[in-house]
């Protein structure tokens, strides 16, 4: 199975931050790499796909970038609903795999 | 807009099956995608189960062996998960969701634990 390795497992920001999160794979998967947002009530939400596109109706204050095995989410002007849990996933080979989860807080 | 609800019995005693309902609606599953299950287990780990395709067609995650099936009623657009000889470890919140590629619906999720 490709591993996902999200290093930072909690974060601390302040309101209009940049924030970056990291995800690794254990080898390249080509892009193949997704992001999701899951808010304190167990909500997920897809954020960005294949990288670097961005899902229906999420802000563009979201960004994707990467490449070989080493990609990041980016919020640019932390807002408060961005309080929340995220998770990298890869598509590149079966089984899809999940990243350890980055829970973003306010400082 | 498609929904998913999750449903099923919230306790199941070790060595027992676990069975969920997803219910869709908004698109008929034999439309289009791949209809997965996905669980996140105490401490946020996010497993893929597997999924059965519009077609019908399985794929399971090996980690789950000869466990696991997932069926479908196309009458009812539901499909279905069921785990067999069930562990504490199988405590966890499970999740349906629509894939094709990517997991763009999800059900709210519901917390499965299993404890005599």
């Known amino acids: 199975d490709i591993q996902m390795t999200q290093t930072t497992s909690s974060l601390s920001a302040s309101l209009g931050d940049r924030v970056t999160i990291s995800c690794s794979a254990s080898q390249g998967i080509s892009n193949y790499l997704n992001w999701y947002q899951q808010k304190p009530d167990g909500t997920v939400k897809l954020l960005i796909y294949y990288t670097s596109s961005l899902h229906s109706g999420v802000p563009s204050r979201f960004s994707g970038s990467g490449s070989g095995t080493d990609y990041s989410l980016t919020i640019s002007n932390l807002e408060p609903e961005d309080i929340a849990t995220y998770y990298c996933?890869?598509?590149?080979?079966?089984?899809?795999?999940f990243g350890g989860g980055t829970k973003l807080e306010i400082k | 807009d498609v929904q998913l609800q999750e449903s099923g019995p919230g306790l199941v005693k070790p060595s027992q099956s676990l069975s969920l309902t997803c219910s869709v609606t908004?698109?008929?599953?034999?439309?289009?995608?791949?209809w997965n299950w996905i669980r996140q287990f105490p401490g946020n780990k996010l497993e893929w189960m597997g999924y059965?395709?519009?077609?019908?067609?399985?794929n399971y995650n090996p980690s789950l062996k000869n466990r696991i099936s997932i069926t479908r009623d196309t009458s009812k657009n539901q499909f279905f998960l069921k785990l067999n000889s069930v562990t504490t470890e199988d405590t966890a919140t499970y999740y349906c969701?629509?894939?094709?590629?990517?997991?763009?619906?999800w059900g709210q999720g519901t917390l499965v634990t299993v404890s005599a």
């Open positions: 059965i395709s519009y077609d019908g067609s399985n």
């Open positions: 969701a629509r894939e094709g590629v990517f997991f763009a619906y």
């Open positions: 996933q890869q598509y590149s080979k079966l089984p899809y795999t």
């Open positions: 908004g698109y008929s599953i034999t439309s289009g995608y791949y």
